[in-house]
């Protein structure tokens, strides 16, 4: 919410300079998104009265000025047509700055000396709704007591500081200024005061002679309040006021609608104003829609509504959708002599499935849907009819109408300021406590020790929410730190699983890859971009019922598709090469559960200067420091989204803990990405229960090793994998290490066969082997080769 400095000084003195200010709220639970002055970029531009006016010599539709801007007689050429001896106009002076970087100097306009410029209301970044009197295509005319050569903001009200803070839902008094007076006053300590409203009501006869207002759902509005203006003189709002809408944020419009928006900023409290000549048989009726009927909104939609929807209406139709938006067809407009003024009090949840079903949310949705004090109602209303008196709009009648159910009355909670000291680890007097409270208008008790909570404070329903109210504005920075009382000081630690997940980021980062966070939601196309079939698992799919679009409608089944679209984003942005990792959920409906499975999913992505077996080889490194054992790699033709000879399964024991490969080409035409992408999915779940933590320590060996080389012809069709496990199964406990070095295809070894070369590495952990000793464990792996793959040594 954006708060005018000016405005809160209504209510209490602000003497602070801005930062501290902003950080002092911060501190109190009042957070400050920032601070601004919106027209900080004007500079040296003053008021001047023009004193005299001739013909350019060299320009037909040029004139030259002289402007007396007080301390000087300044000559200015323009090409506006609406200025003339005597007008007092905003002056851009030499060196002076406007809104945008416009940066106005000295100059020769067709050889006459100009020394600044006239400045339209456009060019002070200003529109007609701030000042509707203004030409819109010329120069801005100011009213003829202005007094010369006073900075153009000072004039304006443009010289104010604004201040936006971010509210939390559980906070709708603070969308006020009122409320956020309050906060500010116990912050720095200042008087808090609110000032009185009185009213004239020179209104002839009572509210009720004019209107009848039924409330037929309680329990969708639990007030409805109305005042009378009669005699209503429909015009622009008064310079103040257009200027504290304007910096908080809402456009003027007129006196009327100005004055529901102010009150609405002021108190936090929504209103409404009715032509009461469009009127049917002079009723309110607070309702239910009809099914489907239709109602022309001010934003001039016509929308229809259901019987859930809360509706006001005539004794005819519906003139307003309930504290979302009013009907046109009881507009206040220029023409209007007597209006109904509203303010309510709607249920919170209706104003937010209503909103969100007609598409519509509004200020007024956006404070209902938080829920808002039924007592505020009231007061809003006698305020909005006193500036109705202040601003000469109309006259108000006697009398008010206020339906309404039970109202809520205030929590009484116990007051312990010891256990509230014991609970916070402080030691604040209990004066203090009170004091603070008093201040935020809870009442308190000492003779019960009971406080009673101020009925726009809902959110305070125990005493370790009075312990909050207490701390926040004690300061939480006047907390010492200490240890938690108990025999010894506990110290936390993370889960095995926050462990093992911390290992494989740290390992993924250590090959250098690119960590990502992509959403969880997606749309089923992406499915039949990866060309899945109809039956596919991968398609059964969790749907979220409230989504953010038409491309986020279910939780997604697999990871491809956001990882396929990060590399598709960079690629197409000219980066030739990335790798990247995401450690993120897929999401599988259970039949008959409400919540689905939440599988963790380790989802590797390579384009660029890559190939299959890069991608293996980091999956190779992670299983390496993650200690799995027997890890095999197991040729998989029936993918559809990759390459039907370049994916394989990664198993362990049978089991498969996850898929790699490179991307089929079509599904790398459905998401734009290079032709060689590779992607790899591990399920994270399993390789929880595979690793292995403990680690045993070996010393280093003190005999040296031997080596072998192997070369030997093989079908084309046998996986080095199988050839390795013959290797280590026959090799005895003297092989240490199997490395494949190379593969050979060509006439030499005759066609469908490949020659294979591995590098062995024997070692005894108590003797220097003997050549017979290895020659012995060599022919027994070259015999188990024979006999078992058919290879045949070269």
């Avoid at 101020?454 to 240890?483: H, M, Q, T």
């Amino acid at each position: 919410m954006k708060v005018p400095i000016s405005w809160l000084a209504d209510y209490v003195k602000i003497e602070e300079n801005i930062k501290n200010y902003s950080e002092m709220m911060t501190m109190s639970g009042s957070k400050v998104e920032g601070y601004e002055k919106p027209f900080h970029e004007i500079t040296n531009v003053v008021t001047g009265k023009i004193t005299e006016v001739a013909s350019h010599p060299d320009a037909d539709k040029l004139i030259v000025t002289k402007v007396d801007v007080g301390e000087e007689i300044v000559q200015i050429v323009t090409g506006a047509k609406n200025v003339s001896k005597g007008d007092i106009i905003p002056i851009a002076l030499d060196n002076s700055t406007l809104p945008n970087g416009v940066i106005i100097t000295k100059g020769n306009l067709r050889g006459v000396q100009s020394n600044g410029m006239m400045c339209s209301i456009a060019e002070l970044n200003l529109t007609k709704n701030d000042f509707p009197t203004a030409s819109e295509d010329g120069i801005f005319i100011l009213p003829k007591n202005t007094p010369l050569g006073v900075d153009i903001k000072e004039i304006l009200g443009l010289d104010d500081t604004v201040v936006e803070f971010e509210i939390t839902p559980n906070r709708p008094d603070c969308l006020s200024i009122i409320g956020l007076a309050r906060e500010s006053a116990v912050t720095i300590g200042k008087k808090f005061v609110v000032p009185n409203v009185s009213l004239q009501e020179k209104g002839k006869g009572t509210a009720t002679d004019y209107v009848k207002v039924t409330i037929e759902d309680y329990d969708l509005c639990k007030r409805y309040a109305g005042k009378i203006v009669t005699d209503v003189l429909i015009k622009e709002s008064p310079l103040w006021m257009r200027k504290r809408l304007r910096d908080a944020g809402v456009r003027p419009i007129n006196n009327i609608v100005d004055i529901t928006n102010y009150v609405m900023l002021e108190y936090g409290q929504p209103m409404h104003a009715f032509d009461l000549n469009y009127l049917q048989e002079k009723n309110i009726i607070i309702r239910r829609a009809k099914k489907g009927e239709i109602i022309h909104t001010l934003d001039d939609q016509e929308r229809m509504l259901n019987n859930q929807n809360l509706v006001i209406a005539d004794g005819d139709k519906a003139i307003a959708v309930a504290g979302v938006m009013g009907g046109a067809n009881s507009e206040v407009n220029n023409d209007t002599t007597k209006i109904l003024f509203e303010s309510a009090n709607f249920d919170g949840v209706s104003v937010r499935l209503t909103a969100k079903q007609l598409g519509l949310r509004t200020e007024s949705s956006a404070r209902f849907e938080k829920g808002l004090d039924p007592h505020n109602a009231k007061p809003a209303l006698l305020r909005a009819c006193e500036l109705v008196e202040k601003l000469g709009a109309g006259k108000v009648v006697p009398g008010i109408i206020d339906c309404h159910s039970e109202l809520p009355t205030k929590n009484i909670i116990p007051f312990r300021p010891k256990k509230m000291n014991e609970f916070l680890g402080t030691s604040i007097e209990e004066k203090t406590m009170v004091d603070i409270l008093t201040s935020l208008e809870f009442e308190v008790n000492m003779e019960k020790m009971e406080i009673a909570v101020p009925s726009f404070r809902p959110d305070v329903e125990a005493w370790a929410d009075i312990s909050e109210e207490v701390v926040r504005f004690y300061g939480y920075n006047n907390i010492k730190a200490s240890l938690q009382s108990g025999n010894r000081a506990t110290q936390g630690i993370k889960t095995y699983e926050q462990r093992i997940r911390d290992t494989i980021r740290e390992a993924m980062l250590a090959m250098g890859l690119m960590e990502i966070y992509t959403y969880s939601f997606t749309s089923r196309k992406v499915f039949d971009k990866l060309l899945l079939k109809d039956d596919s698992p991968l398609r059964e799919t969790v749907v979220i019922t409230n989504p953010l679009g038409e491309d986020f409608k279910i939780m997604r089944t697999t990871t491809i598709p956001e990882m396929l679209q990060v590399i598709s984003h960079n690629f197409n942005r000219r980066i030739p090469q990335a790798g990247f990792f995401e450690t993120s959920k897929t999401y599988h409906p259970i039949k008959g559960e409400k919540l689905p499975n939440e599988k963790n999913v380790l989802t590797i992505g390579l384009y660029g200067d890559y190939d299959f077996y890069a991608i293996k080889g980091i999956v190779e490194k992670l299983v390496d420091t993650l200690d799995i054992p027997d890890v095999k790699y197991v040729i998989d033709s029936n993918n559809p989204s990759y390459h039907p000879g370049r994916c394989a399964l990664i198993t362990v024991n049978g089991n498969t803990i996850g898929t790699i490969g490179e991307i089929h080409p079509d599904v790398a035409d459905n998401f734009e990405t290079p032709k060689r992408s590779y992607i790899g999915e591990l399920d994270i779940e399993k390789l929880y229960k595979l690793t292995n933590v403990l680690k045993s320590y070996k010393g280093l060996p003190k005999y040296p090793e031997v080596d072998r080389d192997l070369a030997m012809v093989v079908d084309e069709e046998i996986i080095a994998y199988d050839i390795e496990q013959v290797i280590k199964n026959s090799g005895g406990d003297l092989l240490q290490k199997v490395t494949l070095f190379d593969v050979y295809r060509g006439e030499q070894v005759g066609e469908n066969k490949k020659s294979m070369a591995y590098a062995l590495s024997f070692r005894a952990d108590d003797r220097t082997l003997t050549d017979e000793e290895v020659n012995k464990a060599v022919t027994e792996i070259l015999s188990k080769l024979d006999s078992e793959i058919g290879a045949i040594l070269r």
